[in-house]
């Protein structure tokens, strides 16, 4: 059965410290694996990840996958309070292309 | 382009009742999905419309069911209601072009209680 895991599952930073959240995944036929961000409602798109080693950035949002050892990381720099959020990870395989299997969700709360 | 569009927004229904929730794709995109979530079981899929046809579908019972119009929007109906169906229904949609990746864009969701 396809499985998403996420770590940690919680995490509190302050201000302006860096994160680091993982997502490793067991996938058929794995073809891409996408970051959201879900405040209160829907969760926003950030990323789509498909190739191995090359990593996508947004301002102070980066993230790379790792399709050898089945993870990837997304960092956050110089965090701020409006990063607070759920992140989630979710990989989509080529079997039922628009099937989205979700991770639990990593929450992260930047105090001041 | 306008985002993803979900009615209603809220809905509060009572057990044994049956519901339908709407969903219209952002335009140009022919691929629409559910998910269920819950604060237990987090996001999962229920199911995928593309082309008015039931293209995918998740581990949920009969009860939840859908369909696709020609326009791409969407809509899902749970019969007989239970307490567990209380949740939020994202959908989301897709251009699902030929060969093409899994990106999704949600909408806001509706929040269904059931008392």
């Known amino acids: 059965e396809d499985k998403v895991v996420q770590s940690p599952l919680s995490l509190v930073v302050h201000e302006g410290d860096t994160v680091t959240l993982n997502c490793s995944y067991e996938?058929?036929?794995?073809?891409?694996l996408l970051w959201y961000k879900q405040e209160k409602k829907a969760p926003t798109f950030l990323f789509m990840l498909t190739s191995s080693g090359i990593e996508k950035k947004s301002g102070r949002l980066s993230s790379i996958l790792d399709k050898k050892e089945l993870f990837s990381i997304l960092n956050i720099t110089a965090t701020q309070t409006g990063d607070s959020a759920v992140y989630l990870c979710a990989v989509g395989g080529i079997q039922g292309a628009q099937k989205l299997v979700f991770g639990q969700g990593t929450r992260l709360t930047i105090n001041p | 382009k306008a985002g993803v569009t979900q009615t209603p927004r809220y809905l509060i229904k009572t057990r044994g009742q049956q519901v339908t929730l709407s969903c219209s794709p952002i335009?140009?995109?022919?691929?629409v999905s559910w998910y269920q979530q819950t604060p237990g079981q987090g996001l999962q899929f229920l199911f995928e419309y593309f082309s008015e046809t039931q293209r995918n579908k998740g581990n949920f019972p009969g009860r939840f069911s859908g369909r696709q119009f020609s326009n791409s929007r969407s809509e899902m109906n749970v019969s007989t209601l239970e307490l567990g169906d209380s949740a939020l229904y994202l959908c989301a949609s897709s251009p699902s072009l030929a060969g093409g990746s899994n990106e999704q864009f949600f909408g806001p969701g509706t929040r269904l209680t059931v008392l």
């Open positions: 996938v058929t036929n794995f073809r891409s």
């Open positions: 335009s140009g995109h022919r691929s």
